[in-house]
């Protein structure tokens, strides 16, 4: 029997995202048994009950502070804890591949890591921003104009599938990139990631964040093109500076794109894209340009265009209209925000889950409205995106779930579920149909310390 290369591809396609689909499933177990263990299985339980229907303040009320938190913490947990300072520099005596592999544990594996492949040698000030993106080898000339545009530090892992005999050529095609101009050498840092598994997004957007060397990043797919300077914008501002180092505020970039993708060969050249809001404002009533994926309205419109179109220059507003769909392009604090869940492989919901969990920490998102990016028209793999679309869909959906009682849990447990920094569990968890009930069973049970295994 004769059977097709494509069909081979897709079997394994489909084989990566069932293999996707249960370490979901698996890490959703370990991540909630461990911390709630019986409490768990009450939950799966109740999805069939019928039950009140509480609000929050029930849940709250119902939660009783444990009382940990009031007795005095006993002197032999600082001692550790000074020793465990002292102690730091083990780390160092520990094999790199090693501390990779448990950074990376979500991810497809085996996989290997190759950090600063090309390491940029320009001078770096620690408060910079650092535009964190991923490529593959048809988005080099895409990337070498986003090099040449933005004049700061990049910080970019690229996929190096070594599950085919060519991938010496690519090595050398990312060579070519990376000495096609002096810029390169100047700003950019390249991290590979060397194995079979296309398209784990969230894997590769934590490798150029976690390698990135300024205490600031962007998160930017590679498809956009900068168009005005928010970069020298948001150093110059100390307010924002501030909000920044807090590392409890992210600064939304709006994305737009032309309407026509087919109407015209302009849309490729950044040269003619607008640069500054007046020009984006005439090509928007000219209806050149409208949002980004304004046929897909969830995933940007929390930036609330009418409002960022009306604001006056320098006006920095706040995102009050969240849902979990959102999925704009950030500035954010490198260390402290959480991180992309890795066991989203494939198109469809991965963004979207980096930016919900975000959110959930209580990170507030900011627009700022005087500043944009373009997306460069380009073709999708549409068949392929269909059908990741559709497992990610489920796996997002789970994810929330998952993801609110982690941070009700954890917001509970430190005191701080009923203050800014959990307000923003509070009003996103309990959109999740029956997440109120769920929560309230959970954690009564929990805190009556009735719970034995
Ligand atoms: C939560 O905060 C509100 C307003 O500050 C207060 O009225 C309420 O009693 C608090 N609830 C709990 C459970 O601490
Ligand atoms: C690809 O790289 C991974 C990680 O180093 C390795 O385990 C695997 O054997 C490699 N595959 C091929 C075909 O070389
Ligand atoms: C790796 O290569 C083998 C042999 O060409 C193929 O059967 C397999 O499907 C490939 N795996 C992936 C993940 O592409
Ligand atoms: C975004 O779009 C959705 C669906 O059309 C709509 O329900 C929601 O109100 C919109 N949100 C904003 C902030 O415009
Ligand atoms: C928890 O304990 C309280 C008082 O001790 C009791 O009224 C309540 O029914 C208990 N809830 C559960 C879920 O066991």
Partial sequence: MIVSTSHCARVGQTIALLYAFSAIFYTTHHLLVSPLRACFSIMLNLSSTALPNPSVSTILNAIKRPN????????????????????????????????LSKAFSNSMHPSKIVPFFYRASGELDAEDITITTLITSNRFPVFARLVERYQGPISVAIHVNNNSSDYHALLDSIHALYTSTPNMARFVDVHLVMDSFDRQFNTWRNIARLFARTDFVMMLDIDFAICTDFRSAIRANNAIMDKLREGTSAFVIPAFEYVKP??????????????????????????????????WEVGHNSTDYPRYYAAPPGE???????????????????????????RFVGYGGNKAACLFEMYLSGISYYVLSDHFILHQNHLYEEKIRKDERKFNKKIYSDFKYETCLRYFK????????????????????????????????????????????
């Fill in 410 to 453: 954890n917001y509970h447990d430190l005191g701080i579920l009923n203050s800014t920094r959990g307000y923003n569990v509070q009003e996103e968890c309990t959109k999740l149909k029956g997440f109120p009930q769920i929560a309230q069973q959970v954690f009564t049970f929990c805190l009556n310390g009735s719970i034995s295994d």
């Fill in 68 to 99: 940990y938190l009031n007795t005095q913490t006993p002197a032999s947990f600082w001692n550790s804890d000074m020793a465990l300072l002292h102690q730091s520099s083990w780390f160092a005596d520990i094999d790199t591949d090693l501390i």
């Fill in 316 to 342: 920095v507003y706040k995102v009050t209209r969240y849902q979990a769909a959102y999925e704009p392009y950030i500035v954010f604090k490198k260390e402290g925000p959480p991180w992309c869940d890795e």
């Fill in 262 to 295: 087919e109407g015209g060969s302009n849309q490729l050249d950044q040269l003619v894209f607008p640069t500054d809001k007046t020009s984006l404002l005439s090509a928007i009533k000219a209806r050149k340009l409208d949002m980004f994926h304004a046929s």
